[in-house]
């Protein structure tokens, strides 16, 4: 099992305060000197403008639901006051941070003195101490007003919604006692699903959240499995009648059985409660997304049929569970930011707030005040996850592409040799590609990698230039063809990430130049190329393999002749007469040569 550590290592605040200075900043945050994302963030449009995308079998998902990235909000604890109206300063929190989509909590009535609870009197109620209202209809106008706030910051509010019944005191189980059909195993009465007047009763009452106060969408507490899926296919089709384009995703992995759900909180049925280490201690995430691994229920796995829905959720923490994030870059960005999933994290995580308790999140509160201190821990990390968040809203030709079937993603393996648990991945798409290097080692944590860049998966192979280039600072790493360009060094602190941008820059060529090698035939580059790259979010500099390591590696594939080599290779200048060595020392023994290497290399 590979070994994690959460904690904010000195070399990634080193890192980080080396990144801020040449990261670039909005005009908003000029004023502050920190990084504000909010100039980025996609522009929020009525849903006249919005257009609804094909998810397959039938589902019709609104364009944006692409670019979510979602911060899940108690209101009762994301400020002292604990309350809608106080709550603007969170949206001016996420703004900057650049989160697009923010997961309201039930904030319904109840008897509880929690400031709304999963066990509550009903959709159509509003905890008083929310809104400073004594009625629920001046109440509802200090959410809408809310809802407005967060849509002209271009934030999209999703409210979540419980169906499995009501609590113990709800007046509404006095009113409409055939409404219910016995008691709840989550402590009150169970709604009676079969009852027609409650279907169209509590229908209507979602559609009055989507048109009345302008809700963007729902999340769906124990969903699939109280409903199903035929309640919520109708509260978006009835919301579509109206002109509403709505997302609405699950509490728990669906089978996407009927157009209901967009997508799954819980993504991962075998991961449910550990999802926040799947990519880390369980599964590769590559190997995962390419084959469904994991994703999606165990029938779904057993027919292989898993990961094949268009959008899955990555949730790296919520109300059920712990903080996870930690101040570990590998946990958050590796595995949620920069990978082909809907980001998840509860309030708080972004920064390490510090958790109340040793149970679940729910009952923390959120101390925005600790961003307070620009020395802090909490500052320097925050900062660092808005560097990594800007990456996914500067490129959104890669980082919004949801094919049909997920496991068309648009990612592919990087190898980086020195990695001791993790592998590297690319993200591409539009002729560039973002390379993701983590540093989760347990044992060297300070070495560099040398990461080998993976032209012909990302697609990327018929150029005669490319800069790789630091995905933070925008400082040039290195420059060369891929014979020369082969691989490069990369430094990266412990627990963080590296991200490098590959652009090729110099003039394409035709395919069959380049013949259709794949990454193997380039093992024989050597020389260097390129300066050290600045340490923040990662330093690199270019790198050559040496005669043997040439020789090895056309063994390794399968190249018995010169001819063979050299037409599996650009042919340009020295190229080809590495191709000639290269087969010749494979026919002379290069197998072994490479085997030794490899286990040198993996030792």
Known sequence: MMKKRAWLSAGLSAAIGAAMLLTPLSAAAEGSGYLDNSDLMPKYVDDAQVTLEDSGDGLQSPDWVKSMIIAEVVIARATEEGTFQAAVKVLDHYREMGVNTIWLTPFMDTSQNTGGHYGNFGPHTIDPSLTGCDNYADSWQVVKAFVDEAHKRNIRVISDMVTWGVEWNAPLYTEHPEWFAGTSAWGGYSFNWNNADLVAWFKGELLKY????????????????????????????????????????????????????????????????????????????????????GLGTENLEIWDEAGTARFYAFNMSCHDNKYAVNGNMVNFAYQALLSPFIPIFFMGDEFMNPQRGNSTTFLTPLQLSLLDDPDGKERAFYERVKQIIRIRLQYPEIFTYFPENHRDSNICAVEAVGLETLNGYARYGDGKALLVIPNNNVHDTESAFTVRIPYTEMGMENNTEYTVKNAV???????????????????????????????????TLPAQVLGASDEKTDDTASGSTAADASAADGSAESTGTADGEASADAAASGKTDAADAAQDRPVTGVSAAWAVAAALCAAAGGTLAFVLRRKKLRA
């Open 210 to 293: 989507v048109t009345d106060i302008g809700f963007d969408g729902f999340r769906c507490d124990c969903e699939p499995g109280t409903t199903g899926y035929s309640l919520y296919r109708e509260i978006r089709e009835a919301a579509l009648a109206k002109g509403q384009k709505i997302a609405v995703f699950s509490e728990n992995t669906n089978e996407r059985l009927e157009p209901a759900y967009d997508f799954d909180e819980h993504s991962s049925a075998v991961h449910t409660w550990d999802m926040y280490d799947m990519y880390i201690e369980w599964l590769d995430i590559v190997e995962s997304t390419k084959k469904g691994y």
């Open 473 to 507: 600072t925008g400082e040039v790493v290195a420059k060369g063809d891929r014979v020369t360009l082969y691989d490069f060094k990369a430094k990266v602190g412990p627990t963080d990430v590296a991200v490098y941008l590959v652009e090729p820059t110099g003039e």
